[in-house]
């Protein structure tokens, strides 16, 4: 607890290129009717840095101002208009804000002051999506037990399915066996991906990375144009111990494996959040989050340490927004990098 309330006052923090890490607000400290979350699932910022907040146990939507000053909310549990059930992505798309939500295959759109809502239903197997523009969305299917499927769609509003794209796996060393077991455990292999509009790039990776990374590049088309591949420390492995028959027995410690949070796409590169966990006796001892960012061509050109126990929800240039993991309370808070 000490550690925890230590990293969260601590102003700034240094990484190994030497820049810093600054925690300028914290939103949800007052826990007044409105600013008290539950679970924050997802959380952006908006062009004028208006923040936009889904917490995901309360499922609703909550939108503040830069300074943290509360702006509106709206959604509360349910099946119907502006309820949800499971919000698994919170994405912009032509000045609306729009939610997926995973349980209920559908997707609210709504204007940027969170009003005027209306909705439609999602293609099945879909876990998580992103808009191509403003008919076209592309979705990451939720794995079940299958191994030789797509792992993309491509979608319009309508429902109609244009395309299904990526089988590629990160794990090819494994037996099929084994693979079917990684599939079935935490979705360990489901897509991570970010869509940029502008050129209707999407780029893709996995929950569970294998080391070195792996990044696939897309067109609108879903035709893949290139590769990307970056390597981590030595240490940092994809979690073999999930496998059987380790997997029925108590977790190696001093083990680290990667687990990304997120691809943040933009048209100068992109960056990712990635959390490198190193266990202890039977549970995360150490989780170290770390902002990797690359360049329109996919080379490394800062890796920034963010701090520890963080997941981060969202980039835009010298901003980043994140939660803890280790805090008693549930709080956004809003970091800058200098």
């Known amino acids: 607890m000490i550690k925890g309330m230590f990293t969260i006052f601590l102003l700034t923090i240094f990484n190994l290129f030497g820049q810093s890490v600054k925690l300028i607000r914290t939103i949800g400290d007052d826990l007044t009717e409105n600013t ?18 889904a917490d995901v146990k309360g499922n609703f939507l909550a939108k503040f101002r830069w300074d943290g000053s509360f702006i509106k909310k709206t959604g509360r549990s349910g099946e119907g208009p502006m309820e949800f059930q499971d919000i698994n992505s919170l994405f912009l798309m032509n000045h609306t804000i729009r939610v997926y939500d995973s349980i209920g295959r559908r997707i ?21 999506c992103q808009a191509i523009d403003e008919n076209r969305y592309v979705g990451g299917v939720m794995i079940a037990k ?46 991570v991906f970010s869509v940029e ?11 569970y990375p294998a080391n070195p990374l792996e990044f696939f590049v897309f067109n609108s088309e879903g035709k893949q144009t290139a590769k990307y591949s970056y390597s ?20 190696p410690t001093g083990v680290t494996y990667p687990y990304m949070d997120g691809i943040f796409l933009n048209q100068k590169g992109f960056a990712v959040a990635l959390r490198q966990v190193t266990l202890g006796e039977n549970k995360a001892e150490l989780c170290r989050t770390f902002l990797l960012l690359f360049n329109e061509k996919g080379e490394i050109q800062k890796k920034i340490f963010a701090g520890e126990s963080l997941q981060i929800l969202d ?13 008693e309370s549930e709080r956004l808070l809003v970091y800058s990098i200098k």
């Open 36 to 53: 008290t979350f539950f679970l924050i699932g997802k959380a952006m910022i908006l062009e004028n840095r208006d923040i936009v907040v």
């Open 108 to 128: 609210s759109i709504y204007d940027i002051n969170l009003g005027n809502c209306r909705s439609f239903t999602v293609p099945s197997g879909v876990w998580n």
């Open 146 to 191: 299958q191994i030789d499927i797509s792992r993309m769609k491509l979608f319009l509003e309508s429902g109609e399915v244009k395309k299904e794209f990526f089988t590629e796996y990160p794990i090819q060393a494994q037996k099929p066996g084994e693979l079917r077991y990684i599939l079935n455990l935490n979705m360990m292999v489901n897509p």
């Open 197 to 207: 509009p502008s050129t209707g790039k999407i780029l893709v990776g996995f929950r």
């Open 232 to 251: 981590l420390d030595k240490e940092v492995a994809f979690p073999h111990y999930f496998l059987p028959p380790l997997s029925k027995q108590p977790l």
């Open 315 to 327: 980039f835009k240039e010298d901003y980043f927004l994140a939660r803890r993991l280790d805090g």
